[in-house]
Antibody, heavy 122, light 105 residues
């Protein structure tokens, strides 16, 4: 059974930092790209960042570029998102989502975690 | 502002067919066959229902059909059922659409 499990969410002050983790199981982790997607309260989905299977290619939304860093540890089947200089509008549920291909994230995301909540206070 | 444009809401009666549009540009939807669609019920994670414009993952009902014409992709739900009431999002390399709330009357 293919699964993704996020952790690391919580309450943080504006300007602070947080690191999210996503642990994968049930598939060959480094065969697929993987993304972070967030959803602010009552709002739609927003793609945040993605990383290729090898970790050699990284992609960011303009809204987080320069503040967030995506990485992966293929030996531990774990994806990370280091979030710095957090803003109030970063408040959201953060999902990790497995891609269907090794390099690009946008050919469909077929497995999603349950999400972890990040709240940035002012 | 979302990368792709979707109607905010679409409704239909049980058994009817509805279509949700997703409009991008010639730089994304119009050129590349990478549009995917996601269904999200309240307080649940999204679920992939269509990928690469027309392909359906294993286990997804055949009542969901994807298509594309020019810069607009579409999701058609046939034989509308109560369980189809949810939000639907399209996605391409440009990002997600704003989402469409489907209501079953």
């Amino acid at each position: 059974d293919v699964r993704l499990l996020e952790s690391g969410g919580g309450l943080v002050q504006r300007g602070g930092s947080l690191r999210l983790s996503c642990t994968a199981s049930g598939y060959t982790f480094d065969f697929y790209a993987i993304s972070w997607v967030r959803q602010a309260p009552g709002k739609g989905l927003e793609w945040v960042s993605a990383i290729s299977g090898s970790g050699g290619s990284k992609y960011y939304a303009d809204s987080v570029k320069g503040r967030f860093t995506i990485s992966r540890d293929n030996s531990e089947n774990t994806l990370y998102l280091q979030m710095n200089s957090l803003r109030v509008d970063d408040t959201a549920v953060y999902y990790c989502a497995k891609g269907r291909q090794i390099l690009e994230w946008f050919y469909g995301m077929d497995v999603w975690g349950q999400g972890t909540t990040v709240t940035v206070s002012s | 502002q979302s990368a792709l444009t979707q109607p905010a809401s679409v409704s239909g009666s049980p058994g009817q067919s509805i279509t949700i549009s997703c409009t991008g540009t010639s730089s994304d939807v119009g050129t590349f066959d990478v549009v995917s669609w996601y269904q999200q019920h309240p307080d649940r994670a999204p679920k992939l229902i269509i990928y690469e414009v027309i392909k359906r993952p294993s286990g997804v009902s055949g009542r969901f059909t994807g298509s594309k014409s020019g810069n607009t992709a579409s999701l058609t739900i046939s034989g509308l059922q109560a369980e189809d009431e949810a939000h639907y999002y399209c996605c391409s390399q440009a990002g997600f659409g704003g989402g469409t709330k489907v209501t079953v009357l």
